[in-house]
């Protein structure tokens, strides 16, 4: 999908940036086409906004933090605004599934899940916040001395997110850095960026005070700014990781805080035992499909590295091969679809490379590695391709080591647990990985020694609000939800007191 500057035009729809609770074009006067990447026709124009822009935003929300009463509400206030968020979120449920499935192209019913998983997220942290106490006591080994450790938010916080789930990422950065009672700049994906600013109105509609939450859509000069700027206390960034290491270069001479999410390569182990039934067999086979290929292979966390014991690597293969081929293609409001399009004609090339990459190292391709015909539902202009499957890989192949985001899985074999967990963890990501087992001991050993930040056991792709996500290696740096999710959003504070202050000898002039 290619982006495309043009003037606003009166006439024209004009999605805006909202600086201090005000809605407005860009600086620059310019927009930026959203193209749906099922047909690649025109969705929306918004505001193509620059570093000017950045530098509004990042000035309101300095005041809102600095001299505003965000920071000092009480936890209790913080939390019925989350709350009132949530409510929001579900009452436009249906019409925020629409904007991310054609903005997107993911199916309607991830994105039905999405809103869901956000509005748990809200939930969640707003009850967090309602069970903290006031600080924790340190004990000074002295009855004249009070000393405390408290937590406060970080400050004004840049938050800047992909074109996958955007809606997730989202949310899920904003949430606990409301409860912790920072402000903030978002900076959403500029290919993905319509249910990110509809989340924003809603924001404001639950009674968010001007300056706390404001967005800019744009391009990467608006990242790099709010990376680098020194009123800027802390970036979160989801993302690439070459993106992300330019945000860090960005961040590291202001010494803000610097948190990412980036790619992952995801193994996702099966054991000969689980398919030892049907029933084992079927939901193995059926895991993997979901773990590969849900968004069409899009998720950061996909497990498209497939590690198979070799007892049942023939009729595993096979029959993931044959399924595979039979996933329903098309537009992603469209019912009984399964897979949408890719999101953008970049994605699309990046990955018909990959696969000739595969091929050219000694892949055999199993299922898939064309784009589908034209048909009823999938259109001729959309960036489609269908569920591949490529058997005979291995470490040294491209298609193995590359997080590549699309309908791509890779079938690698193994013999023993001991190879299962070398190969699993024979990669410089370490976001997500599972393990298929009906052996007890082993799914609880393999799960341990794996070096990847959420595991799952005989499942894929199961997330909860009250749970850390975050990856190991490159895969990123921190976590977003759970405790910890909201605790990267505070700096502690110790703070000392002398109950019984008294003179103390001088100390000598000499």
């Given at each position: 999908m290619s982006a495309h500057r043009s003037p606003v035009h009166p006439a024209t729809p004009l999605e805006t940036v909202h600086i201090d609770g005000q809605a407005r074009p860009a600086t620059s006067g310019t927009g930026r086409e959203i193209h749906d990447p099922a047909d690649g026709t025109v969705l929306a124009i918004v505001a193509e906004g620059d570093v000017a822009d950045a530098d509004a935003a990042v000035a309101a929300a300095r005041r809102a933090f600095d001299d505003g009463p965000w920071p000092h509400r009480s936890v209790a206030e913080r939390a019925e605004l989350l709350r009132r968020v949530a409510a929001l979120l579900q009452r436009d449920r249906e019409e925020i599934a629409i904007i991310e499935s054609r903005d997107t192209g993911r199916t309607l019913e991830e994105c039905h899940a999405d809103v869901d998983d956000v509005t748990g997220a809200f939930r969640y942290f707003a009850d967090l916040v309602m069970t903290e106490s006031g600080g924790r006591v340190v004990d000074a080994g002295d009855p004249d001395v009070h000393s405390v450790v408290v937590h406060e938010a970080v400050g004004v916080c840049a938050l800047i997110t992909s074109w996958n789930d955007p809606l997730l990422q989202a949310g899920r950065t904003i949430a606990p850095a409301l409860a912790?009672?920072?402000?903030?700049?978002?900076?959403?994906?500029?290919?993905?960026?319509?249910?990110?600013?509809?989340?924003?109105?809603?924001?404001?509609?639950?009674?968010?005070?001007?300056?706390?939450?404001?967005?800019?859509?744009?391009?990467?000069?608006?990242?790099?700014?709010?990376?680098?700027?020194?009123?800027?206390?802390?970036?979160?960034?989801?993302?690439?990781?070459?993106?992300?290491?330019?945000?860090?270069?960005?961040?590291?001479?202001?010494?803000?805080?610097?948190?990412?999410?980036?790619?992952?390569?995801?193994?996702?182990?099966?054991?000969?035992?689980?398919?030892?039934?049907?029933?084992?067999?079927?939901?193995?086979?059926?895991?993997?499909?979901?773990?590969?290929?849900?968004?069409?292979?899009?998720?950061?966390?996909?497990?498209?590295?497939?590690?198979?014991?070799?007892?049942?690597?023939?009729?595993?293969?096979?029959?993931?091969?044959?399924?595979?081929?039979?996933?329903?293609?098309?537009?992603?409001?469209?019912?009984?679809?399964?897979?949408?399009?890719?999101?953008?004609?970049?994605?699309?090339?990046?990955?018909?490379?990959?696969?000739?990459?595969?091929?050219?190292?000694?892949?055999?391709?199993?299922?898939?590695?064309?784009?589908?015909?034209?048909?009823?539902?999938?259109?001729?202009?959309?960036?489609?391709?269908?569920?591949?499957?490529?058997?005979?890989?291995?470490?040294?192949?491209?298609?193995?080591?590359?997080?590549?985001?699309?309908?791509?899985?890779?079938?690698?074999?193994?013999?023993?647990?001991?190879?299962?967990?070398?190969?699993?963890n024979d990669t410089e990501y370490g976001l997500a990985g599972a393990v298929w087992t009906g052996d007890a001991g082993r799914a609880r050993r393999v799960a341990r020694r794996l070096r990847h930040g959420t595991v799952w056991i005989n499942d894929y792709h199961r997330g909860l609000p009250q749970a850390e996500w975050g990856g190991f290696g490159r895969s990123g740096t921190g976590r977003v939800l759970g405790p910890t999710g909201l605790a990267r959003y505070r700096v502690s504070k110790h703070i000392w007191q002398n109950l019984n202050p008294r003179p103390k000898r001088r100390l000598s002039a000499g």
């Open positions: 912790a009672g920072n402000t903030f700049v978002l900076k959403p994906s500029e290919v993905t960026p319509l249910s990110t600013v509809h989340l924003i109105r809603l924001l404001a509609e639950a009674g968010l005070p001007a300056g706390i939450a404001n967005l800019i859509t744009g391009g990467d000069q608006v990242g790099a700014r709010l990376s680098e700027h020194p009123d800027v206390d802390l970036v979160s960034f989801t993302g690439g990781l070459d993106g992300g290491a330019k945000v860090a270069q960005a961040a590291a001479p202001t010494a803000k805080q610097v948190l990412m999410e980036l790619g992952g390569r995801n193994p996702n182990i099966v054991f000969a035992d689980f398919c030892a039934t049907d029933e084992g067999f079927d939901a193995a086979v059926d895991g993997t499909l979901r773990a590969a290929f849900l968004h069409s292979g899009q998720a950061r966390s996909a497990g498209s590295r497939l590690m198979v014991e070799e007892l049942v690597r023939e009729r595993f293969v096979s029959e993931l091969a044959r399924r595979a081929d039979s996933i329903r293609l098309g537009r992603g409001t469209l019912d009984g679809v399964e897979c949408g399009p890719l999101i953008s004609a970049r994605q699309l090339a990046e990955v018909e490379a990959c696969v000739t990459s595969a091929r050219e190292e000694g892949a055999v391709v199993r299922s898939g590695g064309s784009r589908p015909a034209a048909t009823g539902t999938v259109p001729a202009g959309g960036h489609f391709y269908r569920p591949t499957v490529l058997d005979g890989c291995h470490r040294e192949m491209r298609v193995v080591r590359e997080a590549v985001l699309g309908p791509i899985l890779t079938v690698e074999t193994f013999r023993t647990e001991e190879e299962a967990v070398t190969l699993a």
